[in-house]
């Protein structure tokens, strides 16, 4: 049940986003295009991933359902999406996923519940894994969003979606984030 009175357990970010601060709607799902489907190394789906990783990490079931809805949009396995949608999805050896990927994961981790312990030697696991600091930052970016919406989805008290709207799903996929801005 969510925490405002005025949401329904149907209400979702942008519905609440619209009715309460329109003005924040659409540059926040300006921003979601930049980071999520805008130039990088990281494909859509990696950072769709890293997304739901973070929303697992903070135990956000809205964020992280709503993540594996999408990832699953682009074509991620099953196996790790079921991971992620488990309460033992912050455990980075054990998911289904690229090794390369892991010590991204290792570090958006780390930076989503103790930033102030990040080190050097973080960054250089993740460069010695092959990626450079052009892609560091780009995860560094997607983990920011992913916490600042966790943070707006937990604070309404956003339940947990059974499933998305086929069509808006598609859409999402195909054009990305930008296509809800036509809709505001």
Known sequence: MPLFPSLTEESGVLSCLVYFRRDVAGP???????ILR????????QR????????AVNRCDYSTAVRIHVARGLGANEQLCEQLLSPLADNVDELNIEPEMKPILWYVRKLTLRPETLQRADVEAVLSAGWNEQDLMDAILVCCLYNFMDR??????LPKPQTINPSNLEILVRRGYRSILDDL
């Open 28 to 34: 926040l799902i300006e921003l979601h295009e930049r």
């Open 38 to 45: 805008g130039p990088s190394t990281l494909s859509p789906l």
């Open 48 to 55: 769709e991933l890293i997304g739901a990783f973070v929303s």
């Open 152 to 157: 707006l989805s937990s604070g309404m008290g």
